[in-house]
């Protein structure tokens, strides 16, 4: 954190520091909720000095900050981001960052969002859905019958960018290469980082680059079309004859990374972790399964495995709130925090699978709703299909599964060891 901010308060900003927000601590990252009510009721936006950038943290601030266009998720708008480099000097991180989603202005982006939609269509998303029905079946096959085993390693850190490389057409043979890919995309625009470790996982990420570049060429050349898989969908997609350019494709793969791998690796763990802590809700989706797609979204906004608020930056000087804030700065979109807030969600810290969730923001809200929520949907609802249907006397070992987290993680209370006791060895033998 950046401490060496000690000039005076501009007249009439709210300010708070490490003492009432600090992510990065641990008593934080293992119970968040009374810091984010403590937010929620007396900061509902204030500048933090230590983190340098706003927090606005209540449902109905977050919520409109995320559909005001004023406020960019583009890493560029940031009073603290390099300089643009000259033409020749862009290498394809920052060719295709500067064309994608995050970064075009709302035309270009309804532009992108409709040439992409075929890549989203359902003969396309069917094939995925097989993709990922295998991968999870492996994953389960591996655990057997085993006494227990860690959710982390046996799901979470598999089936997120594993379900991710089969929808690009990335080869098995390659995946740890992808994995490696995402991670440093992630990180190459956390303005948490300093600018050495960003710059860092930016050039990392440039052979993963090149080799969607070369398929890209592959595709494009081939006789009989670029295919009609989600890869070859977003080669030909076209609409009054614009299609998509290699960098605008490669900003698309940029966008899924960013939405549904590194991210969704913390939806198993979270998800298990709700329902086998709730036995009773568990009991419930058993006998509905027709709750699941509910279930799913709830178990994220109770679990709020934010460590980090999402990053926006002001395209202009804005009052907001009550607060002035100034073309440039960072603001931390304190979206867990908002799926806390009592005002929009009664009894916050319950866990129920019958709420109502109109108007939930799990997947964020206006133009930049999150482009992975099919891929998280699908994956946590064919995941705990499989879960129920091959250990249905499962619960958390030694009553918490012996819980442990990955303190400093970039952007997540990350959950790196969750023990279930599947107690398959005992039923077996009682009968």
């Not at 009073?79 to 995050?102: I, L, M, R, W």
């Not at 879960?387 to 819980?403: C, H, N, S, V, W």
Request: hydrophobic share 40%; charged share 25%.
């Amino acid at each position: 954190m950046n401490d060496t901010a000690s000039t005076a308060a501009p007249a009439g900003r709210i300010e708070i520091d490490a003492r009432i927000f600090n992510p990065y601590s641990k008593d934080y990252i293992r119970e968040p909720d009374p810091v984010w009510q403590t937010l929620i009721r007396d900061y509902p936006i204030a500048w933090h000095k230590d983190l340098q950038m706003w927090i606005v943290s209540t449902h109905e601030l977050v919520d409109r900050m995320l559909k005001d266009n004023r406020f960019s998720p583009f890493f560029g708008h940031w009073e603290h981001a390099p300089p643009p480099k000259p033409e020749d000097q862009k290498n394809d991180f920052d060719k295709s960052y500067e064309v994608g989603f995050f970064a075009v202005p709302p035309k270009d982006h309804l532009r992108l969002r409709k040439l992409t939609m075929p890549a989203f269509s359902k003969p396309v998303m069917a094939k995925i859905d097989a993709k990922i029905r295998d991968l999870i079946v492996e994953c389960f096959d591996t655990i057997g019958d085993a006494e227990e085993f860690d959710v982390y390693e046996t799901l979470a850190a598999k089936i997120p960018v594993r379900a991710i490389a089969r929808m690009v057409g990335v080869p098995t043979n390659m995946e740890d290469f992808f994995h490696d890919f995402a991670v440093n995309i992630i990180k190459a625009t956390r303005i948490n980082l300093g600018p050495k470790e960003r710059e860092a996982a930016m050039q990392a990420t440039l052979p993963g680059y090149a080799h969607f570049r070369e398929m890209i060429a592959e595709r494009r050349a081939r006789p009989e079309g670029p295919g009609d898989d989600f890869f070859g969908s977003l080669i030909s997609a076209s609409d009054n004859g614009s299609q998509l350019t290699d960098y605008e494709i490669l900003s698309v793969i940029f966008a899924l990374i960013t939405a549904g791998s590194d991210t969704a690796t913390d939806l198993h763990t979270f998800l298990l972790q709700a329902l086998l802590s709730h036995p009773d809700q568990l009991a419930l989706l058993r006998q509905k399964p027709e709750l699941m797609e509910n279930a799913i979204i709830e178990c994220l906004r109770w679990g709020s495995f934010g460590k980090m608020p999402f990053f926006r930056f002001a395209t202009e000087d804005i009052e907001f709130a009550g607060q002035q804030i100034r073309k440039g700065q960072g603001i931390g979109v304190n979206i867990m925090a908002a799926w806390h807030d009592p005002a929009k969600w009664p009894e916050p810290t319950k866990l129920d699978i019958t709420r109502r969730l109109d108007g939930n923001i799990v997947f964020g809200a206006g133009a930049h709703f999150c482009i992975g929520t099919y891929l998280v949907r699908v994956q946590g609802s064919l995941m705990l299909t499989e879960f129920m249907k091959r250990f249905p006397d499962a619960t958390l070992a030694d009553g918490d599964g012996r819980i442990d987290y990955e303190w400093t993680h970039h952007n997540a209370r990350r959950i790196n060891r969750l023990v279930v006791k599947t107690n398959v060895a005992p039923a077996r033998k009682a009968a």
